[in-house]
């Protein structure tokens, strides 16, 4: 049985810094690609990132630049790291994997979601 659980959400100022971290078990993780998506209060869910086997990256236009995906095959996990957030990003943040090898910002591409975890970014 796969299963995804992120940790690492928080409050933070406006401007500050979290690193999210997703453990993945139940599949051999290294083959599969791994995606970071969220959703805000009254909006639909939306990729933030997404990294793929081989670690080819895709990144939403709005966090070019501040966010990093990355992974840690031998730990089973992969991270989001978020520098300058903004009020914008506050978010319930889910981490999940995909079909297959690939980087895919489609979120019907992804198979096992974990729980989620709150980001609250304050002004």
């Known amino acids: 049985q796969v299963q995804l659980v992120e940790s690492g959400g928080g409050l933070v100022q406006a401007g500050g810094s979290l690193r999210l971290s997703c453990a993945a078990s139940g599949r051999t993780f290294s083959s599969y690609g791994m995606g970071w998506f969220r959703r805000a209060p009254g909006k639909e869910r939306e990729i933030v990132a997404a990294?793929?086997?081989?670690?080819?990256?895709h990144y939403r236009e709005s966090v070019k630049g501040r966010f990093t995906i990355s992974r840690d095959n031998a730990k089973n996990t992969v991270y989001l790291q978020m520098n300058s957030l903004k009020p914008e990003d506050s978010a319930v943040y889910y981490c999940?994997?995909?079909?297959?090898?690939?980087?895919?910002?489609?979120?019907?591409?992804?198979?096992?979601w974990g729980q989620g975890t709150q980001v609250t970014v304050s002004s």
């Open positions: 990294i793929s086997q081989s670690v080819i990256t």
């Open positions: 999940a994997i995909a079909r297959g090898f690939f980087a895919t910002i489609r979120s019907d591409d992804y198979d096992y």
